[in-house]
Nanobody, 125 residues
């Protein structure tokens, strides 16, 4: 599995960005994480390939939308009403070790995912 993120940028508070993650290989359970300097990565949003079920961290509910386009082999994170606290390095992650949609969406730790991209920086001022 290979994951390559793009779309990070510097934006004003209240603005929008769309992050993309082009993937290859078997990626049925995917997520976006973000990381602040000196902190652990935290899950922002997750999606299950088979049913399109999604979940979000409370801090981004109603503002971020995760989606997946299998034809383009791309995972997206549409971010709107951005806030300075959304600043961070954003990572795409995937895993195949799960048996139900909930067991995929319940993955929240960095160690729950076996494949990672290199990240893309989002700065909100």
């Amino acid at each position: 599995v290979q994951l390559v993120e793009s779309g990070g940028d510097s934006v004003q508070a209240g603005g929008s960005l769309r992050l993309s993650c082009v993937y290859s290989g078997y990626t049925p359970c995917m997520a976006w994480f973000r990381q602040y300097p000196g902190k652990e990565r935290e899950k922002v949003a997750g999606i299950v390939n088979s049913a399109g079920h999604t979940n979000y961290a409370d801090a981004v509910k109603g503002r971020f939308t995760i989606s997946k386009d299998p034809a383009k082999k791309t995972l997206y994170l549409q971010m709107s009403d951005l806030k300075p606290e959304d600043t961070g390095e954003y990572y795409c992650a995937s895993d195949y070790r799960f048996d139900t949609s909930n067991s995929c969406l319940n993955k929240i730790k960095e160690t729950d995912f076996s494949a990672w991209g290199r990240g893309t920086q989002v700065t909100v001022s």
